[in-house]
Nanobody
Framework: QVQLVESGGGLVQAGGSLRLSCAASGRTSSTYVMGWFRQAPGKEREFVAAVDWSGAKTSYEESVKGRFIISRDNAKNTMYLQMNSLKPEDTAVYYC??????????????????WGQGTQVTVSS
């Protein structure tokens, strides 16, 4: 089993920045791909970004490209999401997720085996 705990959410003004962290514990060898998803009120949970074990392969949802940067530090079992130029439409609960393999698209929500509890990000206009 893998446990995932997010931190770093909060309230920020439009144009500001936040950095989310996701700490993994347990069987961390099962976190070959780690990703971030988000869910706004009344909407489906959507893919934001993902990164493979090496950190070399990343994937981003179109609306966050150029603004968000995903990374991971395997020595610390931690993944990060640096969010810059935040917009009110980025407001959501952000979830950390992990999966054991990379056989399907990184944005496939169903392919993730483990999930965190989420952290709220609110961007005011």
């Amino acid at each position: 089993q893998v446990q995932l705990v997010e931190s770093g959410g909060g309230l920020v003004q439009a144009g500001g920045s936040l950095r989310l962290s996701c700490a993994a514990s347990g069987r961390t060898s099962s976190t070959y791909v780690m990703g971030w998803f988000r869910q706004a009120p009344g909407k489906e949970r959507e893919f934001v970004a993902a990164v493979d074990w090496s950190g070399a392969k990343t994937s981003y949802e179109e609306s966050v490209k150029g603004r968000f940067i995903i990374s991971r530090d395997n020595a610390k079992n931690t993944m990060y999401l640096q969010m810059n130029s935040l917009k009110p439409e980025d407001t959501a609960v952000y979830y950390c997720a992990a999966r054991r393999d990379a056989y399907s698209a990184y944005g496939s929500r169903a392919a993730y085996n483990y999930w965190g509890q989420g952290t709220q990000v609110t961007v005011s206009s």
